[in-house]
């Protein structure tokens, strides 16, 4: 994970020649200068998902029923817990919220959340506005007899997770389910009986709960 050096570390996350992944800049072709080795930025990434979606009170912190932790509280909990980050700092996170594709976290006025993929009890605050008009969901061709019938719920999971395309749905659903089967979710439908969505991050959207009555199979899922 690399910053741009031609732009003070203030101004890029204003103006968008921040950080970036890679050994160049995306939109300027600078080379950058080395924020966190890849080797870090995985164990990182790692830390953060465990912490944020599941085990906060391991790292002896606060969470507010949003999901929000005091970053700077993240920070020293990682240095005291995890020593091989005594380097870490503010702009580390700021780095890995800012770059990662996903959008699988958020960091504002201090504070720090990852945005899906909670096994906590939480009441996400997040965007319901400006949904598609449908959503995707991957799941094997035996569950799929069973969600068209009596409707999507969580797993393991606090939420239901929808895709905001069929190719986002396979690719999510591959890591799991070697020839997934996608459902197409009527987004309209569903909020018009009274079910909220949420979108969470880039592409994933939040649901309790979609009646089977509102999902189809498509065709040629595989």
Known sequence: MRRNPTVPLKEEVKYGHGFFRGEKCPLSGEEGVLVMSPRHLDQ????????????PDKFDLEMDKQGWVEATEFVEAVKLQRRHFHFLET?????VVETDPKGRYQLNSGRLRATYA???????????DQN??????????????EYLEHGLYPGDRNMVHLSSTRLN?????????GKPIVLLAD??????AGHEIMK???TVYLTKDIPGEFLKKLPDST
């Open 44 to 55: 990182f990434g790692r830390i953060m998902a465990g912490v944020l979606r599941h085990f």
């Open 91 to 95: 702009k580390h996170l700021q780095a």
């Open 118 to 128: 909670h096994t906590l009890d939480l009441d996400l605050d997040l965007p319901t």
């Open 132 to 145: 598609p008009e449908h959503l995707y969901f991957a799941c094997s061709k035996e569950d799929s007899d």
């Open 169 to 177: 749905a396979l690719e999510a659903g591959r890591h799991i389910i």
């Open 187 to 192: 987004v309209r439908a569903v909020e018009g």
């Open 200 to 202: 969470a991050g880039t």
